[in-house]
């Protein structure tokens, strides 16, 4: 299977069979904790957005497999602020590194940087559209939790209208043989385009507006936060940015299936109170370590290490 020069931009853009190849290329770095397979190679991470797990994830990865990073961590210190367009940029960027890892708030503009660059682009997220390497650690975690995928239950839960992790999310488990929950108020559905490739590729769905209407019927209970940032009305923000608070209170024996695991993309404000931590279903901070080895792969793979 063939990743070298490959540009990672859309969960839309891979196979099952691509999908499951990663995957399996992270199991084996997970047993890894340094090598130098990349010695020699240059990350370029351009973070026109704000970013704490991916960005340092991608450059631990980077580390990790003996390459070297250059990039930054806000655009209010580039030439964007002089007015330089992105193609521009790009231009410049993909002469100086072997693949760039991009986070921009406008949707699309990962497809843009690929269709310019000579090297790999990573899309590290764009807008409320899509976040494929996330999607990869989500299922990369949701494997290692449950032993497999095929015939879980999978809720996700809050903002599923902005939300760009369950947007990749819901398409990458189209792949597989499983029921899905949307809970989200009226305000923050899930988009029918998302909902129309649920439907087209046969995948029972059910949507609620109540996190109590299906907390004993699944496997994996996928948190989000509610994204003030992406409201054009922050007056609406206000009035649901506390309409899902999962507390240990609702985990009660009894009341989840004991495999339960809870899963978040983080950061979270208060959608998951922090005695929930404690309990057996907690396993975000897991998956948020799991990006290191799903990103370790996905590097090696697109710069034909592996």
Same mark, same amino acid.
């Given at each position: 299977?063939?990743?070298? %020069?490959?540009? &990672?931009?859309?969960?839309? #853009? +891979?196979?099952?069979?691509?999908?499951? =190849?990663? /995957?399996?290329? @992270?199991?084996?770095?997970?047993?890894?904790?340094?090598?130098?397979?990349?010695?020699?190679?240059?990350?370029?991470?351009?973070?026109?957005?704000?970013?704490?797990?991916?960005?340092?994830?991608?450059?631990?990865?980077?580390?990790?497999?003996?390459?070297?990073?250059?990039?930054?961590?806000?655009?209010?210190?580039?030439?964007?602020?002089?007015?330089?367009?992105?193609?521009?940029?790009?231009?410049?960027?993909?002469?100086?590194?072997?693949?760039?890892?991009?986070?921009?708030?406008?949707?699309?503009?990962?497809?843009?940087?690929?269709?310019?660059?000579?090297?790999?682009?990573?899309?590290?997220?764009?807008?409320?559209?899509?976040?494929?390497?996330?999607?990869?650690?989500?299922?990369?975690?949701?494997?290692?939790?449950?032993?497999?995928?095929? %015939?879980?239950? &999978?809720?996700?839960?809050? #903002? +599923?209208?902005?939300?760009?992790?369950? =947007?990749? /999310?819901?398409? @990458?488990?189209?792949?597989?043989?499983?029921?899905?929950?949307?809970?989200?108020?009226?305000?923050?559905?899930?988009?029918?385009?998302?909902?129309?490739?649920?439907?087209?590729?046969?995948?029972?769905?059910?949507?609620?507006?109540?996190?109590?209407?299906?907390?004993?019927?699944?496997?994996?209970?996928?948190?989000?936060?509610?994204?003030?940032?992406?409201?054009?009305?922050?007056?609406?923000?206000?009035?649901?940015?506390?309409?899902?608070?999962?507390?240990?209170?609702?985990?009660?024996?009894?009341?989840?299936?004991?495999?339960?695991?809870?899963?978040?993309?983080?950061?979270?404000?208060?959608?998951?109170?922090?005695?929930?931590?404690?309990?057996?279903?907690?396993?975000?901070?897991?998956?948020?370590?799991?990006?290191?080895?799903?990103?370790?792969?996905?590097?090696?793979?697109?710069?034909?290490?592996?």
């Amino acid at each position: 299977m063939e990743f070298k %020069g490959k540009h &990672i931009i859309s969960i839309h #853009d +891979l196979t099952k069979q691509e999908i499951l =190849h990663i /995957l399996s290329i @992270a199991s084996e770095f997970d047993a890894l904790q340094q090598s130098f397979l990349l010695k020699g190679k240059i990350l370029a991470t351009l973070f026109f957005e704000p970013s704490t797990r991916t960005r340092l994830s991608f450059e631990t990865a980077m580390h990790r497999l003996g390459g070297s990073v250059i990039g930054f961590g806000s655009a209010a210190i580039t030439s964007v602020q002089k007015g330089e367009t992105l193609a521009d940029t790009i231009s410049m960027i993909h002469g100086y590194a072997d693949a760039i890892v991009i986070r921009h708030h406008i949707e699309g503009a990962a497809r843009l940087a690929s269709q310019i660059s000579k090297v790999p682009v990573i899309n590290a997220g764009d807008g409320a559209n899509q976040h494929p390497t996330q999607t990869l650690v989500d299922l990369y975690t949701i494997r290692k939790a449950q032993n497999t995928i095929d %015939g879980l239950s &999978i809720a996700m839960v809050g #903002d +599923l209208k902005y939300g760009r992790t369950v =947007h990749s /999310l819901a398409v @990458a488990l189209a792949h597989f043989k499983v029921k899905l929950y949307f809970v989200a108020p009226d305000e923050l559905k899930m988009p029918t385009k998302v909902i129309e490739h649920v439907k087209k590729n046969n995948i029972e769905y059910f949507e609620s507006t109540q996190i109590e209407d299906i907390l004993g019927k699944v496997d994996i209970l996928y948190m989000t936060r509610i994204q003030k940032e992406r409201f054009p009305d922050l007056k609406e923000y206000e009035k649901i940015k506390n309409v899902y608070i999962l507390t240990a209170n609702m985990l009660k024996s009894g009341m989840v299936k004991d495999n339960l695991k809870i899963l978040h993309p983080l950061p979270r404000i208060n959608e998951i109170t922090p005695d929930v931590d404690a309990t057996k279903y907690a396993y975000y901070f897991q998956q948020a370590h799991n990006g290191i080895p799903v990103r370790k792969a996905i590097l090696a793979l697109v710069m034909g290490a592996v």
